[in-house]
């Protein structure tokens, strides 16, 4: 697919903090009304997709879910000065933050428009003592505009967003890195699914889900979930890549495949379906243990309702939760690869063919 | 509305016990619903507005932080733990009252070194008894803060301002809405200082399509107070997010055209930690677009929480010109 | 009425020796449809492994019923294959690390039997013997050429015990909770529709508990487990005001827990009916911890819920005790309060 990657780095440039996905859902939603009989949004905003199945109905439904939002800040206060207290939306490590390029979507006098700012650590002898030369909390770190303060104080108001500005770069082997890989890069997988499916016929229905506020609870993933009731769920989120200072048993080589995750989370028989198929196809992946939560949207669809049985595929990334996460281009091929064939391949029946013990 | 804060910050109702809140609030909104129920947790929902209007379920706890008794011993000593969240700082040389009436004062376990805090399991309740045999309170019996009611003019301290002055705003806001288009459910809800349990059931048994919760917020505006950009006496506090939610922006924007248009005061409110009864509503069945108007409040889930007169009398305009009107997300 | 006799105390050594860690609940769900197939007519199991039987009754204006019981245990899940059949594993639910060490486990349904060791004194410096050993040092050891699966799940390999009033076995929390149930089941009063779930992944966080209800939709819950007793003396000897339970004072009845504030009019149906038929109850102190009932009484639109455990010493560890009369009395305790609910126990108001 050709258009991969100019669609991911278009993706990637939106900003969509939790709770704020408007714009990136705009994007997705123009890439999708051409693939999908239906599209609309849930009550917290979550795109839905559907493309019908041609089973007799009632049929069954098979939910496809990808968080779209992105983690980032948010404005607390100003300071004398004009700079700009912070706090996190999202799990974001302060220690990355310092030094960082964002952008100051203010919405204060003369409507919302973007300020470029960067996150000042303020030098030792303006922080704390006992923080001797230890990192820097987010308490003590600050946006500058470099603005003066009147005019800050003027179009920057508290609740206000910032987001990570770097721009997408393309690395050596086909790979990616910039900021909300996790989990744009997963919608990137989806969207390979639904065109993978032009021109084909599924008996299931399938509906394409780019879920809300995943980073701060799962909360659309677990709306959503309830509002289609889907016969089965299929979440997709990143996992830990193996690179510096990450090489144990919760991480997988970049490059070489998704993985499939197995877990109290997961239904195993769906997770078997997903492998069998896999090695039909002969997609490289790895098996995930996930001896608890999952920490994905799968621990909410499965819980939804009367409960719904949910599987997990994970795209690997390095640098989670950094502005410079990487991606390898083929993972998102293969995964959205893997979900077309899975949906293609379900039988009006397969529902009943599956137990949790086999 | 002094005298009914005054009452209603008055009456000891510790979560999961709302029995006693419930029927003072429902003396006073039974004239002003269409209808009233109690729900299987205890949640007083009392309707208003026109019947098949948008459904809007307003949200206060009647709740309140409290102690329970996990053990008496042979003195008549009683031990205990927390419902809600409290810090020790807060009960020692405190008083408290059982719900049958018996008053106590909390007393803690001797210590060499008189600097260090007390942790709750080093803490006890005295009745008064001389040993367990003469000792009214059993183990599971629940207690609240005693401490009254005062009115220092503009501003008003009590305990459980925490929520009952959402409960006041609310009980208030019944009284000044003469009609709405709306199909208003106000929810006095219970178990919300343990999880927001009153909240999540009734949201799910009302299926509401929008949800706001009525509750207090912190401030930054005393001495060495963490950075907060809110203050008591500047207005009511629209919430952006809490510790728990991201408000939906939508909801926010309603609030803030409404406080707008009606020249009200507000404040804009992130709060890094805490949440309220808008977090259970935002995530039921199918998802429910939330937010909250929060009350400025000092020194909260202390037993003399404090916020200011004018803010809470604005809290009551917003809300009702909020519900006055037809309103399109 | 039901009773525990030796048919009871054989099946609850099955499901003690059983390996059913959160996640993997097949060796226990399997016991249980045996065990009730032929006394229900109404079986599903539900998406996340969960047995839900609905045993209807035939009286009229019958309350619907919703009874729990956890079938999942605290175990460990094995992620990383070392060679030489040595595995690293992950706790699954709330383990104390330093019950590990030094312990024979069984792994997967094969009941593999394995081994968690350390390093030998000799090697140890003393500064280190302050510290717990990490997890990080811990290893599953199947011997030279042992092989399990990745993913497979392990628990201790401790053989159920009776002597005489006294039980120790692994997992009595919640195999006591279980059995109770089946032998409901069995018994089943006419005067309501008991709606039995023996759930899964309690112990990771009441997962199957939340979508049973949500399923089954009761007119209000029970949910049966097993408690710790912490009735051991204090390091000084002071009297302890911290104990949770206590052994041989019957069953323990919850007020209030992490999870769950009891409805109090269950409280009192349960009191009343243990005062009037003269059998022992304690009420398990106020405090920490959860059962189903905190995910159970969230469901839908609030389902009036309580909790009714037998107390055992040692949770969460290769070796647990308890008594048999404690477990004799839960259950009649239990019998005796369904049979005698009737709507008019929720006629009035939640206090």
Redesign the interface.
Known sequence: MPELLPFLKDLLSLPGL???EEPVAKAIRTHWAPLVDEVGL???GSLHGLRKGTAKSPRPALMICTHMDAIGL?????TSGGFL?I?Q?GGVDPRVLPGQLVEVHASGEGGTKILPGVVAQPPGRLLPPELDDGPVPL?HLLVDTGLPERQVKAVV???DLVSFASRPVELAGETIAGHTLDNRASVAALTVCLEELQGRSHAWDLWAVASV?EE??L??A???A??LQPSLALVVDVTFAKGPGAN??ETFPLGKGPTLV????I?PAAHKALKDLADRLEIPYA?E?A???TGTDAHAT????????TALLCIPLRYMHTPVEVVALKDIQRVGRLMAEFTAGLAPDFMDTI???N | MKRLIQTLTETFSPSGYEGAIRDVIRKEVKPLAAELRVDALGNLIARKGTKGGKRIMIAGHMDEIGLIVNHVDENGFLRFTTIGGIRPHTLTGGRVRFMDGTPGVIGTDFSKDAGRLPAVDQCFIDIGATSAGDCPIKVGDVCAFERPFLDLGKRLVAKSMDDRIGCAVMIETMRALKSSPHEVYFVFSTQEEVGLRGAQTATFGLDP?IGISIDVTLT?DTPKA????VSLGRGPAIK??DG??????RV?DWMIRSAEKARLPY????L?GGTTDAKAM??S?????AGCISIPSRYVHSPSEMVDHDDVQNAVKLLTTMLSKPVEL | MPAIGTPQLKLLEKLCNAVAV???E?EV??IVLEEIKGHVEDIK??????VLVTKKGTTAKRLRVMVSAHMDEVG?????DDGEGIY?F???GGLDIRQLVGKPIWVGREHTPGVIGARPIHLTTAEERKRKIPLDNLRIDLGPTGKAK??DRATFATQFQRNGPVLIAKALDNRFGVVTLIELLKHAPPNIDLLAAFT??EE??L?GA???A??LNPDLAIAVDSTPAFDLPAWDDEPSSFYNTRLGLGPAIYIADGATLSDPRLVRHLTATGDAGKIPYQFRQPGGGGTDAGAIHRARAGIPSVSVSVPHRYAHTAALIARLDDWKNTLTLLHAALAHLTPSVLAGERA
């Open positions: 939790s709770s704020y849930s009550r917290l948010m404005v607390t206060g100003i207290h706090t939306v308490e108001r508290v609740g506020q701060v609870g909360i659309g677990q709306t959503s309830y509002a144990d048993w197995m877990g109290p989370n239904h098996i243990y001896p608890r939560h499965q819980v939804a309702a009367d409960g719904i049985p137990t949790w013990d | 399509e930054g963490r950075q907060m950009a952006i997010r728990g939610m991201l408000a939906d922006p926010v404040q804009r409110e992130v890094e935002q995530v069945r199918a998802g429910v677009p | 959160s996640g993997d097949g769900r399997q199991v539900d998406a996340l492994g969960n460990f899940m094995l992620v990383a690293r992950e706790p699954v990745l993913g899964v992944q990771v966080g997962r939340k979508v049973a949500h399923a």
